[in-house]
């Protein structure tokens, strides 16, 4: 169980750095190395990616992995750096509001400062109604543990897949519906374009989180148009997978060990995790 008091006042400056003067960007991390890479880079909070932790598991992303290997991940990641830590808990894995509520205080107990909620599960946007139930079920669960954990409410109304019709209004109901049940921050992903990002800005009533992309507008414009805090996903995992993918056509093509010019050494490696931050 890690100090409440210290939890606390990381939880609380995690939620400042969503109204700072610039963008919250948050590289999301799935294993201590990347998480200790990440902050000795100078990040002032890390966050979590549920498909990356997933992925390096041996799992599919969606709940495929259990609450707790998910949270043992997470207690990993939060020991072993002193920044805040924010965990991507997907659904909240499990059908109803005390499933939630088991797994925010399971959170808490991995030494999280703050969380992710979705709300759409295996493939199914949930009803309306439900998933503002589970985000202020999420908040109450919060506050009994004595921690303001910082909620970040994911809506996935963007998904083509799950929404036919207004998709934009849709997604701003929900956002602000999340915000009123208690979420600090609210996540819109599938989202990319500077006009679309800028109405979403002015029409959600509380910090903006964008998921970033190869299409997405630059941080300065990110910031120009509004927006409060951005996550690159599971994309900073998947891009290490890519380069094991052309080191390895490198070396069947040619034959040359190229990719290894300018890696991290293995000492550097070693001077970063030898010993833990917690």
């Not at 997470?74 to 924010?86: F, K, M, N």
């Not at 290490?240 to 290894?260: C, H, M, N, Q, W």
Request: charged share 20%.
């Amino acid at each position: 169980m890690p100090d409440l008091a210290v939890l606390r006042r990381k939880a609380q400056a995690l939620c400042a750095l969503h109204h700072g003067p610039e963008p919250l960007l948050l590289l999301n991390v799935w294993d201590t190395a990347s998480a200790r890479l990440v902050e000795s880079l100078g990040f002032p909070a890390i966050a979590t990616t549920s498909s990356g932790v997933a992925n390096s598991l041996g799992y599919a992303d969606g709940e495929r992995l259990s609450r707790g290997e998910m949270l043992a991940v997470v207690a990993r990641i939060a020991h072993a750096v002193t920044v805040p830590v924010s965990a991507d808990l997907e659904a909240g894995y499990g059908e109803g509001e005390d499933a939630v509520k088991h797994t925010v205080r399971a959170a808490v107990e991995a030494g999280a400062a703050g969380f992710n909620l979705e709300d759409a599960r295996r493939g199914v946007l949930l009803p309306f109604e439900a998933a503002v139930q589970r985000v202020r079920a999420a908040r109450a669960a919060a506050s009994e543990t004595g921690v303001p954990l910082v909620i970040n409410a994911r809506s996935d109304a963007f998904h083509p897949g799950y929404v036919s019709g207004d998709r934009f209004a849709e997604a701003v109901r929900r956002a602000n519906a999340y915000r009123e049940a208690g979420a600090d921050c609210l996540f819109l992903p599938f989202v990319s374009e500077a006009e679309v990002i800028s109405r979403l800005a002015r029409a959600v009533n509380g910090p903006l989180n964008i998921l970033a992309g190869a299409q997405t507008p630059p941080l300065p414009e990110l910031k120009r148009l509004g927006v409060a805090r951005v996550s690159v996903g599971g994309a900073l995992a998947r891009a290490a997978l890519s380069i094991i993918r052309r080191a390895s056509d490198e070396l069947r093509a040619t034959g040359r060990f190229d990719f290894a010019d300018g890696i991290i050494t293995h000492a550097e490696m070693n001077r970063l995790l030898s010993h833990e931050a917690g």
